[in-house]
């Protein structure tokens, strides 16, 4: 299996890339795209390739170990379009939302499953392969949760997902909140004196900033106020008012410090005012680093860093940040995010893919997957 020359694959990749680009996949609607990832399977040799019931594509490859190594690459954008995305290319450079995070990252491993299907590689450890939904935002990595909860042999994890200048090896769990109160409002001028939704609200939001950030070694923690909306007219006494907030962490101490912060603030309001309405929904949740085996991780982290430098021939940075990865760490898996591309504009219109970094991409798989 050393016989394997990117420069065949480069743009075979490149094409299924611009495909794949095309079939808009917001968080919970990647249905077209995982059809044409399972056809593409389907029409290369994986017979075994199927969709689950959260939109992940998953096939295999059987080895000598009743555990496996999953290797997946998210299928979701950020982008809520649910029409052909816009493709803008010249010779250096493919722009298109979404084309880094993360499709071409899902189309290098679809080619190299091509590969690996051609030479008849017959590994000696079990290989899980996915295409794996609802990575971004709000969609709570419910693929990569799914798949944890599924097959509950997987050993290792690596997922395709960032520049090979970069490597995350730690998470960054979080918990998002949509408080809503309402109070019975009226007019501004002949009601005064009525609770105001927006009053109301905008004290959870003042307590929330006055929070002292927890600190454990060299972790990081932040909250955010993110979205407000809410009242009438100006002449209305606000009778309801919402908003979006956070709190993340990449230690699971400070995490839990501050979900007490959290709750605590939301009770507090909650007893000073008994006679309003106010509702706390959980509606992200993204588990923070588990107790994951230190010096596992370190050698991972060190494996995948030293064949990104080499396949790359460039420096590689660790990073926290919050990725497919929060589920395994979350259970003690060990697990890790592989950089596969050159680009950036990543989660804005203007995301660009420089395309020769593909071949890097394609050579860093290869490497990865065959020491492993």
């Known amino acids: 299996m050393n016989d394997f020359n990117s420069k065949l694959y480069y743009q075979e990749t490149l094409d299924l890339t611009r495909e794949l680009c095309k079939i808009p996949a917001p968080s919970g609607k990647e ?5 044409f990832i399972l056809k593409y399977l389907k029409g290369i040799g994986y017979n075994n390739a199927y969709i689950d019931s959260a939109k992940n594509v998953i096939w295999s490859i059987d080895g000598e170990t009743e555990d496996f190594t999953l290797f997946m690459a998210h299928t979701d954008t950020v982008f809520p379009d649910l029409t052909e995305l816009p493709i803008i290319e010249d010779d250096v450079y493919l722009r298109c939302p979404g084309v880094c995070d993360d499709t071409v990252c899902v189309a290098i491993l679809l080619v190299y499953s091509k590969y690996l299907k051609q030479s008849n590689y017959t590994p000696k450890k079990s290989l899980l ?19 944890f909860s599924d097959y509950k042999d997987i050993s290792k994890m690596f997922t395709l997902d960032g520049n090979y200048h970069n490597i995350v090896n730690k998470s960054v769990g979080s918990h998002r909140y949509k408080v809503l109160v309402k109070t019975e409002g009226g007019h501004s001028y002949n009601a005064f004196g009525n609770k105001n939704a927006i009053a109301i609200l905008s004290q959870i939001v003042n307590k929330i900033y006055e929070i002292e950030v927890p600190v454990s070694g060299n972790s990081k923690t932040t909250y955010n106020v993110g979205i407000i909306s809410g009242g009438t007219s100006v002449n209305t006494i606000a009778q309801n008012a919402e908003m979006l907030c956070e709190y993340r962490s990449d230690d699971l101490k400070c995490f839990n410090i501050m979900k007490e912060n959290f709750y605590n603030i939301f009770n507090e309001i909650k007893e000073k005012y008994p006679n309003i309405d106010i509702d706390v929904e959980l509606v992200g949740d993204r588990p923070c680093m588990g107790n994951v085996d230190k010096e596992e991780m370190e050698k991972l982290t060190q494996f995948v860093t030293d064949i990104q430098k080499k396949c790359a021939n460039c420096e590689v940075t660790l990073e926290s ?33 420089k395309k020769e970094s593909i071949r890097n991409g394609l050579d860093i798989l290869h490497q990865v997957l065959m020491a492993e």
Request: net charge negative; aromatic share 6%.
């Open 321 to 353: 940040g919050s990725t497919d990865c929060n589920i395994p760490h979350s259970l003690g898996i060990p697990a890790i995010c592989v950089g596969v591309y050159e680009g950036g504009g990543v989660h804005t219109r203007e995301e660009y893919l």
């Open 31 to 35: 249905d077209k795209r995982a059809e």
């Open 129 to 147: 392969f996915s295409a794996n939904s609802c990575e971004e935002g709000l969609g709570n990595l419910k693929g990569s949760r799914q798949l």
